[in-house]
């Protein structure tokens, strides 16, 4: 699953718009991952402090 | 709750407000929501505008600036420099602002024309009758919130929603998005009249790094990489690095980091009952990253065209069509070739890079645009600019 560091998240909302399952929202400080999240780890990629992880 | 108004407008960013100014100043009943409790922060930008330009759309209060500089000075890989000013050209930047005042200032403006700005508002998805959209479900304050309204503006940013809501996929690939990072930095280092970039694959991988001032020693000291060059945490990294080498007694006094769209002109940026405007319609430069200028033109044309639209009772995407033609004949245009020029020199090596800037060190660049300097840049080197001719001639 596609976990968020939200000590490292900056809230800055790049992987939203490259998502491609538009599974990410970004509330305010609060990135949401919904159920359509496919693991595809593209996001985990560009974050800018690597606050993203998709573990097994 | 709910409400009814003639226009939507999701996100109160200079693309956002521009719309519900120019909108409601035409006499419509505007209703700009923001999801952030505080519009324009936190900043996700290094701040810069052309001057002549910026002016043209809005009259600055004193306080959205930070300061005005003279001109740029580009760096290559191995540490030469050159200078193209401001003065006579170069509209690529001429003010640093200081967004959280200039985003607020602006929404405000939109707010004096007879908006109603509602913050800590957030847009869940459109509202559909008869396969129509026809109004927004929000989220205000926690509580739900009804917006009837038969059209929509999308100014939701990097992040956009309003567009994939409505059909339109704005997903961007990776490699058509800059990845960025920043600090505020104070260093007596800081050249206060120049905006400052840096190029090179160690520095940042087919982007550059930038220094922004904005007054007393203080400037956005950042970079972006693209997408497809990053991995995890990469951005920081970089500036940390970056920092190191070239300001290392800076100190640092904010961070911001974001996602800057460098993907062209896209495809569609209309539906039925929906426009996009901005980041949102991803109409950023994608040479330089600007995106400030461009979300205003098109949010005075969007605000434009929803008038026009809505007293013709069309606001299907072929009633919309005014939209898609009026910003693809300008901004479209620039950010067509700017995406050209990017696709290349996203290319060069470190080599290539000292070999352009080095070319340029007995030119007379000082009062030329960065479209100017790229003409003589073809002229001086087009065994290695040769693939770039038909955009120079």
Known sequence: MLTVNRYK???????????PAAALEL???WLEVSADCKECGICTKICPVGALEVRA | MS??????????????SMTAKTAAAAGLKVVMLEKRQEIGDPVRCAEGVGK?????MVKPE??????????????APDGSSIVMSEDKGGSEVGYVLERKVFDRGLAMEAARAGAKVLVKTRALGLRMKDGVPCGVSALRIGEPLQIEAPLIIGADGVESKVGRWAGIDTTLPLKDIEI??????SDPKIDDQYTEFFLGNTIAPAGYAWSFPKGEKLANVGLGILGSRSKPGEATRLLCAFMKSHFPNGKVVEMVVGGDPCSGPIESTTADGVMLVGDAARQTDPLTGGGILNAMQAGIIAGEVAAKALAAGDLSKAGLKEYEDRWRADIGRHQARSYEFKEFFVKLSDKDLN???????KEDISKMDLRGMLRVLFKLNPKLLWELRHLVV
């Open chain 1, 9 to 19: 998240c900056c809230y800055c909302g790049a992987c939203v718009g490259v998502c």
């Open chain 1, 27 to 29: 509330v305010e400080t």
């Open chain 2, 3 to 16: 409400m009814k108004c003639d226009v939507v407008v999701v996100g109160a960013g200079p693309g956002g």
């Open chain 2, 52 to 56: 002549r330009v910026f002016c043209q």
């Open chain 2, 62 to 75: 004193p306080d959205w600036i930070a300061t005005e500089v003279k001109g740029a000075r580009i760096y």
């Open chain 2, 180 to 185: 960025c990072a920043q600090f505020l930095v």
């Open chain 2, 355 to 361: 070999q352009l800037i080095g070319s340029l060190s």
